[in-house]
């Protein structure tokens, strides 16, 4: 087990800077995930930790090891990709045991520590089973036994639940985390399922084009994004731009104008006297008649009214014309409205108003 410091690494392919400037520090035994769209640089990142990619710049150290220009094998890491990469001429027993061969670990070691392996990940009695005889799932267990059986010092993971349909996909994320968690072994995981990535991570890097937009747990990247970007890849929100200045007092207050209206809001970093960015989660957000002299509200027009089971969704016009979706959820609703209604929507105080 070791921390990973990704210490201002740099890396081009070509004219392009794909990671750029990137640091990071993951300590020691814990599970923080990569996310981020399409092509902003995940995997490059993963593959400069493992070694397959050299940076151009920066450092990348396990504890206090500089590996930055140490081969894979001799970093001591577990991989697991998307398409499993299994051998499709070994056997389930012999894929696991590929790894301890190579070190060279004495037989009767190997058999013992092959088979705790596949009965971690529940495979024991499909250890003479190829590849292609096994189904997508427990493909993906062999390969989590292969990685794991080397007892590397990091774990690394490169989408490896993509190939799996909905409801295995919902195992294997207990299967990894319950065996990470037992190993205690620092584990980089690399998704663009922001739902995968809030319910295993113990801390979620956003990326962005090639740099951290925001490192946080689940919960701070969900109740407190940094920015507009941050806020709409992790959940829904109503992202609108608002100027913004000072409310007097607490300097955590902001003021910002909504359809000619005062508000009063929570300052997240917002340029007083500029434009910021309102952020308002749609469950945030409730509804109610008409009414005189309601801090905080601002008037509009029920557009649609969706009943989800669980929640009903609202598309609020407002009237400079602007939208904002509201979500009311079946336990705490208190009125329903109908598309037509003339209604406030009640934005609360602490929804922040970030830097544009
Ligand atoms: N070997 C390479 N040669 C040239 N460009 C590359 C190479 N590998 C990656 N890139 C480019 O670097 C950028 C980042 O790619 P990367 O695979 O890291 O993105 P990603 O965030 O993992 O995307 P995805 O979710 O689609 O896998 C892309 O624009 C990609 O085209």
Redesign the pocket.
Known sequence: MASITIDNVVKQ??N?T?LQNLSLHVPDGAFYT?L????????????CIAGF?EPDGGRILFDKDDVTRVSTHHRDIGMVFQDYALFPDKTAFDNVAYGLRARKVPKAEIARRVNEALDKVSLLALADRYPAQMSGGQRQRVALARALVIRPRVLLM??PLSNLDAKMRLQMRDVILDLVREAGITTVF?T?DQEEALAMSDRIAI?DR?SIAQLGTPEELYGTPVNAYVADFIGSANVIPVPAESAGGAASHVRYQLCGQQLDGKQGGAALGAQGILIARPEALSLMAPAPHVPNAIAGEVLRRQYLGFKTAYRIRLHDQSEIRVELHAGNMVADFQAGDAVQVLVPADSRVVAA
Do not use: I, W, Y
């Open positions: 392919f070509a392009q794909v990569l981020g769209p399409s092509g902003c640089g995940k995997t490059t990142l993963l593959r990619n490169d989408e690399v663009h990326m090639g």
